[in-house]
């Protein structure tokens, strides 16, 4: 499959780019960018075309795989299914549910296959873990904290303005539902949502199986007390989701994997763009909490 990079920022030079040119079912096929002299620069290390225009590379290409912010990247997903491009694409799908609205129809309609990049629903352990524990009956309640420390000092290449604009609630939130809902059903209301220090935003969900998870959700957590966990308790005891083995790279792999054969057998994957609408209409009812006082 021929697949072309929109995008040029750190997440795109230390995981896509490499990640495609590795594959060895992919021809990795060119990139864009919004500043044309840093795609110059990245499709150079790659020995591959760098296109200033969208509908040149679109038409050079089977699928995209998108590294930007999410509003660009729901405007250009639905520009690229359009085109009858696969879509590869990153957390958040969009920051309205509009937005995402029109990249599931405009796939639909087209046909074209789409993965979006939770990471730790593409690395081996994790994903075993919550397909082991969606099939146990029971759950009472879940907790998940999602702690970065991007805004707590130094100089982050991941401090971007769209992560600035919209927090951790947006850009780790996506992670910690990918886990609970496979495993809790798909979440019936955000019951409270609650600042925190910095960015942190703490909530409340009601889940469609009966059980309730709460999610602690920073980028702004001191250094020391950055990482993530999540806890189930319920009728089979307690389980705590497992480290996964693998990093971002070769998770990045599997999701191609996964793109390859959603456009291969026409079947859905699991983390495909209305997934990732679903996740999207969470995070925005519980944004509209927050800007409500909770």
Known sequence: MRIGLLGTGPWATMVHAPALD??????FAGVWGRRPEAAKVLADRYGVPA???????LADVDA?????????????????????????????????VEQGRAVVG??????????VFFTSR?????DAWIAEQASVDGWFTAYAQWLGAVFSGGDSPFATPWRREKGALWDVGPH????????????????????GPGDT??????????????????????????????????????TRLPASGQGALEAYGRATDALLTAARTGRPHPCDAAFALRVTRTLA???????AGG
């Open 122 to 126: 593409f690395q081996p352990e994790i």
């Open 285 to 291: 009812e519980a944004d509209a909490l927050l800007g």
């Open 51 to 57: 296109h200033d225009d969208v509908d040149a590379l």
């Open 176 to 195: 910690a539902l990918s886990v609970l809902v496979p495993v809790l059903g798909e979440v019936r209301r955000v019951a409270a949502a609650a600042h």
């Open 64 to 96: 995209v795989a998108v590294a930007l912010p999410p509003a660009v990247q729901a405007e250009l997903a639905v520009r690229a299914a359009r085109a009858g491009r696969h879509l590869l694409l990153d957390k958040p799908l969009a920051t309205t």
């Open 22 to 27: 590795g594959h060895p079912e992919v021809d």
């Open 201 to 238: 935003a703490h909530l409340v969900l009601e889940h469609a199986g009966g059980a309730s998870s709460t999610l602690t959700l920073s980028l702004t957590a001191p250094e020391a007390a950055a990482g993530s966990a999540v806890e189930l308790r319920g009728a089979a005891g307690v």
């Open 106 to 115: 405009a796939a639909e309609e087209a046909g074209v296959a789409s993965v």
